[in-house]
């Protein structure tokens, strides 16, 4: 075979028409190295190579399995946009990649700008953001780097304006800055950010108009179509400069996000400080944004609430920088604990009551608890226990945070807002709806994804304004929903549409109020420390008020098994797994009986999506009546609650993204635990969410019964990591 560079295109399919035949690559590798083969992809230089040179030297080295990997599959938008190892291949994330998709949402932005961008009072624009990765940030110049410059430049094609942040900055300033700034008005956005992946990633979201994430599939249907890069349209990053199409912005979208932002607190004055009545300011804080972006703002989100930054928050020096190849945490996830090991040490040195850290692009959180003498009997023994402290997971903020700002919203204003609600997503704890439940609030469950509460957050205010505009209500004097301060907007909500307070995920994220549209870690950071700080006041830790929690509802383990499988083999195997579970449905888990397992893919043969029994009869499906006068969005089966594919509002949103189903699987088992399995949308991993739940009434909350819930747990790991190894095993065994 000749060398890499002197094989030419025909003697390059040859070679890789016979790896096919052999089997040693799989035909959508044949298939979407043929399509880069193509002069207009053949010929664009990534990392100082061509597309052409670098395929030849995998084929001429007769690098099957790493040609594979790289061409499996194409990557396109999940459930946050588009991500992968940055390298050359259709599966992996780089320069074409992203100009297809940039070039889509520009063609995307200019149809959709046509139809009502003026109604809007739009201006036809995008605003981009981007974390301290390799290619998002350029650490010479302390601004974008080259990815972002390419999209800049694709953009300013088209026509389409770009505010650009001068330097690193957080998503949820994004989200914000797309929607409620006076300043600007543009008419959608992205953020350049592989969130907590590990450093070799990188990836963009695009945003809507109303700062939340695209919802619809306009995007990547229009990316689908085309078909050579040469039809992708672009400037120079320094022709768009001189025409006047990229724009700095910064320190003004950062003073507006930090006086809005201040609302969401809830024990402040009229100042917006925190009221020492309430508050002990005296809480010591260790901060980590992970080599991220969250340091531009939480240092000075907490100055604005008058929290003393300077005596008692204390920043882990080489970790609140950017630094695109995170030295000191290779994997920048909170959810890790080696990615909080440095804040723990310096947590331990200074005697720190908490520790947060957030991961790069500052949309999820981590928080550790340094835990009283006698916590250690409780919670010393557990896994996320380190050297002192106690992380909590996912559901555990959901469960403090909804249980903080429901009782003392009730606390501060009398009561809650008429027609409250709280979200959490499937996949996360029941406890916070239990919560939610003893105070009269709704919660709302879509699917795994932000960007469905973000487009639930936007129709509430929308439907909101609408109705009050037909009631000529005073508060349309201010001319826009996003002028009005979060009290009015609560009242204009809690009058003629509904009331999100407070949404979350098991995964780490969550958010209050509506100026963000997104999983906020910024503002859901302050709130950990005026929560802190208010538990302090009364003598007792974040853990304790935990514990307390639990001996009310009943204690909840809740935690998430991610097995990962990388690679084109990695990939047949997730599928693999989820073929089995269909194929031969779980009766029983850890010794507890399946009561309903319920299938978010439709059927084959009808269409629907089904709820089965145990039996394998049907017990719903999809085309149940949605009338929210009839039914409440869930199934009664021997006093547990098992949750309908959806109901209300979330149906339309559903039905008009095409965005409902999921490949995923949820069981209900007799005690009303849940097992919850489907593939990560980011990640070549399976995800199994397991929610254990303890006995209500006499003994909840005990140690006996906590004793039981982990054991329960630990059966139902080991249980569903076996299963999986054996499908891998069986896998690998035929390569």
């Given at each position: 075979m000749k060398s890499g560079k002197h094989m030419t295109e025909d003697s390059l399919k040859q070679a890789l028409g016979e790896a096919l035949k052999r089997g040693e690559i799989k035909q959508s590798t044949?298939?979407?190295?043929?399509?880069?083969?193509?002069?207009?992809?053949?010929?664009?230089?990534?990392?100082?190579?061509?597309?052409?040179?670098?395929?030849?030297?995998?084929?001429?080295?007769?690098?099957?399995?790493?040609?594979?990997?790289?061409?499996?599959?194409?990557?396109?938008?999940?459930?946050?946009?588009?991500?992968?190892?940055?390298?050359?291949?259709?599966?992996?994330?780089?320069?074409i990649i992203l100009g297809l998709g940039v070039e889509a949402h520009a063609r995307y932005i200019e149809q959709a700008y046509a139809g009502n961008g003026a109604a809007l009072g739009r201006e036809k624009a995008v605003i981009l953001a981007y974390d301290s990765r390799r290619g998002s940030y350029d650490p010479d110049t302390g601004g974008p780097g080259f990815l972002v410059r390419e999209a800049a430049g694709i953009y300013a094609a088209h026509g389409i304006r770009v505010y650009l942040f001068d330097s690193v900055a957080p998503t949820p300033e994004l989200s914000f800055a797309i929607a409620e700034l006076d300043t600007i008005q543009p008419y959608a956005g992205g953020v350049f950010t592989a969130s907590h992946n590990p450093a070799s990633d990188n990836g963009f979201k695009p945003y809507d108009y109303y700062g939340g994430q695209i919802v619809h599939t306009a995007v990547q249907t229009i990316a689908d179509k085309i078909s050579e890069y040469s039809d992708v349209r672009a400037l120079s990053y320094d022709e768009a400069v001189a025409q006047g199409l990229v724009i700095m912005v910064g320190p003004e979208v950062d003073q507006e996000y930090l006086e809005k932002e201040n609302q969401n607190a809830i024990w402040v004055d009229e100042a917006g400080h925190f009221r020492p009545d309430k508050i002990d300011t005296g809480l010591r804080v260790v901060f980590s944004s992970l080599n991220g972006t969250s340091q531009r703002l939480v240092p000075r989100v907490l100055a604005r609430r008058g929290f003393p930054i300077r005596e008692n928050l204390i920043a882990v020096p080489e970790q609140c920088v950017p630094d695109g190849n995170f030295t000191t945490c290779p994997k920048p996830n909170p959810e890790e604990k080696a990615a909080l090991n440095e804040a723990i040490r310096l947590a331990n040195k200074t005697g720190a009551?908490?520790?947060?850290?957030?991961?790069?692009?500052?949309?999820?959180?981590?928080?550790?608890?340094?835990?009283?003498?006698?916590?250690?009997?409780?919670?010393?023994?557990?896994?996320?226990?380190?050297?002192?402290?106690?992380?909590?997971?996912?559901?555990?903020?959901?469960?403090?945070?909804?249980?903080?700002?429901?009782?003392?919203?009730?606390?501060?204003?009398?009561?809650?807002?008429?027609?409250?609600?709280?979200?959490?997503t499937l996949v996360s704890t029941d406890l916070a709806k239990e919560i939610a439940d003893a105070y009269g609030v709704m919660t709302v469950e879509p699917l795994v994804g932000f960007k469905y509460l973000g487009e639930k957050l936007a129709l509430y205010a929308d439907r909101a304004w609408s109705a009050a505009q037909q009631h000529n209500d005073p508060l349309c004097t201010y001319g826009r929903y996003t002028r009005l301060s979060r009290r009015q907007r609560i009242e204009l909500l809690s009058r003629y549409s509904l009331c999100c307070l407070f949404g979350g995920e098991e995964s780490y994220g969550s958010l209050a109020g509506d100026y963000v549209k997104d999983k906020d870690a910024i503002t859901i950071s302050a709130l950990f420390v005026e929560m802190a700080g208010f538990y302090r006041k009364q003598g007792i830790t974040l853990t304790q008020r935990l514990a307390e929690i639990y001996r009310g509802y009943g204690y909840a383990r809740e935690e998430t098994i991610s097995l990962s499988y990388e690679g084109a083999a990695g990939n047949d195997i997730i599928a693999a797994i989820m073929a089995a579970l269909r194929t031969q449905p779980l009766q029983q888990i850890a010794g507890k009986n399946v009561i309903a397992a319920l299938d978010y893919l439709p059927d084959p043969a009808t269409g629907r999506r089904v709820c089965y029994d145990a039996r394998g009869s049907v017990l719903f499906d999809d085309s149940a009546p949605r009338d929210p006068a009839l039914h409440n969005g869930y199934y009664n089966i021997h006093g547990i609650a098992v949750p309908l594919f959806w109901h209300g509002d979330y149906a339309s949103i559903g039905e008009k993204a095409r965005l409902p189903h999921a490949n995923m699987l949820l069981y209900v088992l007799d005690d009303g635990s849940k097992i919850v399995v489907r593939p990560s949308g980011t990640e070549p991993k399976i995800k199994f969410y397991v929610l254990a739940r303890g006995v209500r009434g006499a003994g909840q909350g005990s140690p006996e019964d906590r004793a039981q819930v982990d054991a329960f747990f630990n059966r139902a790991k080991k249980e569903l990591t076996g299963f999986a190894d054996t499908i891998a095993a069986s896998r690998t065994s035929r390569v």
């Open positions: 044949y298939a979407n190295v043929c399509s880069w083969l193509k002069p207009s992809f053949a010929r664009v230089v990534i990392d100082g190579e061509s597309v052409s040179d670098a395929i030849a030297q995998l084929v001429s080295s007769n690098a099957w399995h790493e040609l594979d990997d790289r061409f499996f599959d194409v990557n396109r938008f999940g459930t946050a946009g588009v991500r992968g190892k940055l390298g050359i291949g259709t599966a992996l994330f780089n320069t009551d908490i520790l947060i850290a957030t991961d790069p692009d500052a949309d999820r959180i981590g928080v550790g608890v340094r835990l009283a003498s006698d916590e250690y009997g409780v919670w010393g023994n557990e896994s996320a226990f380190k050297d002192g402290y106690y992380l909590l997971t996912g559901n555990q903020q959901l469960v403090l945070l909804a249980d903080y700002i429901l009782s003392q919203l009730t606390e501060r204003d009398g009561g809650l807002p008429p027609r409250s609600v709280i979200s959490k």
